[in-house]
Structure formats: structure tokens, C-alpha cells
């Protein structure tokens, strides 16, 4: 049984650039929650896929955007970044059903806006 | 939405010695209560978690606490060892718009120190 891993590791963009995060979820699991983990602070929602479909955000603007796979793999896209976008995002998944809610999270890919 | 406090940010213990943290959340809904660790630069691993239907769980030196009339809950580690130091982090779950989706909303975190 694989865990959740997450790529890129580490990355460094500049202010209105675009990018891209990756997520694979653990074997077994169908839905992907993402989390936005900014220094010093507890992970805040961004949103959840489930079915390919986005199952619930948080309250993030519409630059942050997200697809789910056939696979249950997982993509985050941010638009137009911002400075205040420089955090450590965590993707998390879960099984369907009453499990749904227990998340096993990768190691994330931390992001720095220059 | 819900909100979760965290209680203390920072806590420091001596090997040996027992370790509190306490949580309250404000949304009555809310039904599960996971806490995870997180150790500098690694992912958060879930520890222990309780559902509002059990007012008490117990692992090995974890236990955690559930006070529903309250809105609080705590965990508690026994016999703390310099490997228990990370940041901890309560969450709190309820589901989100629509009925279908859970999300976790976390505390800021408790940084806990454990000298030897």
C-alpha cells in the first residue's frame, strides 16, 4: 500500500505566474481534499474532489482551481499568483463513505512567491 | 463556518511529565475530532481522533476528551518522551456545503517541547 505523495517538493515562482501542484492519493482512496498551510498556522480547506468533481471549498477565490483523475489523482492550479499564495499545500485523501472525514496527508509541496 | 481555538501555542514539559492541550470549536454539528502531529519540515500524521458519539479514547499515552456541551476537547500525552516534541494540531469536522463533503477546520497549533 502507497501513501500520499505530492510533487513538486519545493518550488519558487514569481508574482502573476501560474502553477501547478500534483497530488496521488493512497491506494484505496477516492476522494482528495487540498490544504493551504501557511508558516506557523494550522491547514486551512481549499477545496474537496470526489468523482472528478469539486465536493466542497473553502473560502478561497476562484484562482484556485482543481481537477481530479479517473485514478482519484489530483491536480491544484493557482492562477495570477500572489505573494500571500507563498505557503506549504498539503493534499490529503480519504475513503468514501464514514471514513471520509479521516485524511491521510502527503508531504506537500511548498511554494514561494517572490 | 466553524471556528476551532487551540490552547497554548507554545508548552514546554520535562521528559516524564504529562502534557494538555485543549481545543474548542464553535459549530454544534461538528461529529469528528482528529488531532495530528507534525514534525518540523514532514507531513501531519493522525494520532488519535473521537467521534461525538464517545466521550473518551484511549492509545498506549494518548488519550483524548470530549466534552459536546462544552464544545471543547483535549488531548493528553502521559509520560511525555523528547520524540512527543512537534506541533500539535485539533481539528474539528463538519460537513460542508451541500451535505457531501467533510472538511477539517484546524487549531493554529500547539508547539509542544519535551526536554530530556
Known amino acids: 500500500e502507497t501513501g500520499v505523495t505530492q510533487s513538486p517538493t519545493h518550488l519558487i515562482k514569481t508574482r502573476g505566474q501560474q502553477v501547478t501542484l500534483r497530488c496521488s492519493s493512497q491506494s484505496g482512496h477516492n476522494t482528495v481534499s487540498w490544504y493551504q498551510q501557511a508558516l506557523g498556522q494550522g491547514p486551512q480547506f481549499i477545496f474537496q474532489y470526489y468523482r472528478e468533481e469539486e465536493n466542497g471549498r473553502g473560502n478561497f477565490p476562484p484562482r484556485f482551481s482543481g481537477l481530479q483523475f479517473p485514478n482519484y489523482s489530483s491536480e491544484l492550479n493557482v492562477n495570477a499568483l500572489e505573494l500571500d499564495d507563498s505557503a506549504l499545500y498539503l493534499c490529503?485523501?480519504?475513503?468514501?463513505?464514514?471514513?471520509?472525514?479521516?485524511?491521510?496527508f502527503g508531504a506537500g509541496s511548498r511554494l514561494t512567491v517572490l | 463556518g466553524e471556528n476551532v481555538e487551540q490552547h497554548p501555542s507554545t508548552l514546554s514539559v520535562q521528559e516524564g511529565d504529562s502534557a494538555v492541550i485543549k481545543c474548542t470549536y464553535s459549530?454544534?454539528?461538528?461529529?469528528?475530532f482528529p488531532w495530528y502531529k507534525q514534525e518540523l519540515g514532514k507531513r501531519p500524521q493522525l494520532i488519535i481522533d473521537i467521534r461525538s458519539n464517545v466521550g473518551e479514547k484511549k492509545d498506549q499515552r494518548i488519550a483524548v476528551t470530549l466534552n459536546k456541551t462544552a464544545k471543547h476537547f483535549s488531548l493528553h500525552i502521559t509520560e511525555t518522551q523528547p520524540e512527543d516534541s512537534a506541533v500539535y494540531f485539533c481539528?474539528?469536522?463538519?460537513?460542508?456545503?451541500?451535505?457531501?463533503?467533510?472538511?477539517?477546520?484546524f487549531g493554529k497549533g500547539t508547539l509542544l517541547t519535551v526536554n530530556p
Open positions: 481539528a474539528a469536522s463538519t460537513r460542508g456545503s451541500g451535505g457531501s463533503n467533510y472538511k477539517l477546520t
Open positions: 459549530d454544534s454539528a461538528s461529529n469528528y
Open positions: 490529503a485523501s480519504s475513503p468514501g463513505g464514514s471514513g471520509a472525514n479521516v485524511l491521510t
